[in-house]
């Protein structure tokens, strides 16, 4: 169910991910990446089945 487009909702999501996120520890690694070139290897990793389902990435375009 979604909530409203208003501020009233980010506190229903920060209860939800202080529950969560301590259960990822040891689940699921979490790598960071930067700019193009990091965001297409990922991407093309991604399509070839190399990024294992326990393996995160946050990336973003800004170098």
């Not at 169910?1 to 040891?26: N, Q, V, Y």
Request: charged share 25%; hydrophobic share 35%; aromatic share 4%.
């Amino acid at each position: 169910m979604r909530h409203p487009p208003t501020s009233k909702g980010e506190p229903r999501l920060g209860a939800a991910w202080r529950d969560f996120a301590p259960r990822l520890d040891g689940w699921l690694t979490v790598t960071e990446g930067r700019g193009p070139e990091a965001v297409q290897r990922v991407h093309l990793d991604t399509l070839q089945g190399r990024i294992p389902p326990h393996e995160a990435h946050m990336l973003s375009m800004a170098s």
